[in-house]
């Protein structure tokens, strides 16, 4: 373990307390960063899309199952992929809580991958998940919704492009609401901004030693080797 500050504890209470000060300037300002995602615009999906299911062929708006919000992560398992993205097979391991409390807010979650429906199949049940999981084979959604225009993080300054990024895929979430029979995308976060949503990487962010120092060839596939 590398050195470290070390103090007593009227130190440690010192600094705990100015850094309280940040931490609740960045809950704020979280706050209204969500309310900024909540007021981008609603755009119509005019695409149809139409989903291999465990119950048969499903469109866009049958994904919200009878609500009015939609969660998909996009998970890279495909054509490009066709082990499964070693980091999205770490972050679905953090979803399987989160699918009946969404849905107590209105909010449907579930994850869409290019493979098709026997290999996702397969996937799920090797690493025991029970969530909802669709392919999108044969359609462009994955593209549409977590690549858009051939251009990583929406074309801003310093982005990288898809060339760039393995395989042509992305780790990604995208928010769609329902409203009147019509669909909306609403949000789309790619790679590092969907990191939030992975519970194990905040609270390594509040473990001694921070996310990486010691995690050789983190993350893993959990099935892949022994637990410490």
Not at 1 to 17: E, F, N, P, Q, Y
Not at 29 to 57: C, H, I, M, N
Not at 79 to 106: E, K, R, S
Not at 182 to 195: L, P, W
């Amino acid at each position: 373990m590398a050195s470290h500050v070390t103090g007593t504890r009227d130190d440690w209470l010192k600094a705990r307390i100015a850094l309280l000060e940040e931490e609740k300037e960045l809950t704020r300002r979280s706050d209204r960063l969500a309310r900024k995602r909540q007021d981008l615009p609603w755009v119509a999906v005019d695409k149809e899309y139409v989903f291999g299911t465990p119950a048969g062929p499903r469109t866009l708006p049958d994904l919200f199952d009878g609500r009015e919000q939609l969660l998909v992560y996009h998970f890279m398992l495909g054509p490009n992929t066709p082990a499964g993205c070693v980091g999205c097979t770490y972050a679905a391991d953090n979803f399987a809580g989160a699918f009946f409390h969404l849905a107590q807010h209105g909010v449907t979650f579930i994850c869409a991958s290019r493979a098709e429906l026997p290999e996702i199949e397969a996937y799920k049940e090797r690493m025991g998940w029970k969530f909802p999981w669709v392919s999108s084979a044969g359609t462009d959604f994955n593209l549409d919704f977590s690549q858009f225009t051939g251009s990583f993080n929406f074309d801003s300054p310093g982005g990288r492009t898809v060339d760039t990024v393995e395989g042509d895929e992305l780790m990604a979430l995208s928010s769609f609401a329902l409203e009147d029979g019509v669909v909306y995308h609403t949000y789309s976060a790619f790679d590092r901004g969907t990191d939030v949503i992975n519970p194990t990487w905040q609270l390594l962010d509040r473990a001694p030693l921070g996310r990486e120092v010691g995690a050789e060839g983190f993350p893993v596939r959990r099935d892949t080797v022994e637990a410490r």
